[in-house]
């Protein structure tokens, strides 16, 4: 209890860096955003109930998005996605017991390092209509070909956003 303050005050932090996080990755994958608060607050709770960690932050990966929407779509209906998503945490629970997770040192750190770049500058090419305001039908191409309307407010929005964060950063590496 004498770190309750210290542990609030983390827990405010994650918060406000997981809220957006889990309900941006519910757009992205086409689901409503309470799918993605509740994905957020029902994966912290299970993580933090079985975790031996003290230390446990947990939330959405960006990462899935692509596959999520695949998923979806491949299957055709979001009941089969779960279905297969209960089979996969089968198979993994199963991983875990037969310690497969050592394996991972097999793979080249340089193809990590690309599959999470790919998946970055497809999250951000993503979003660059939604930082111009365009319409939600509207994808990239539209943007580029000049056949969309922009919002000044969403682009001063992300302007700031953008500028805000590039101060964060320079003041924390300073500090």
Known sequence: MNTFRQDSLAGI???LVALPLCLGIAQASGLPPFVGLLTG???GLVVTALSPSRFAVSGPAA??????????ES???FSLFLMALVLAGVLQLLFGILRAGRFISLVPASVIKGMLAAIGILLIMQQI????????ETG???VVQGNAAFSVTAIAVAAGACWCSGCGARRLSAG
């Open 129 to 136: 209509p939604v930082a111009l305001g365009t319409a939600e």
């Open 63 to 72: 990462g899935l998005v692509t596959i999520v929407v695949a998923a979806i």
């Open 13 to 15: 932090v994650v918060f």
């Open 41 to 43: 607050i029902i994966g």
């Open 75 to 77: 299957l055709g209906s």
């Open 140 to 142: 990239l191409a539209e």
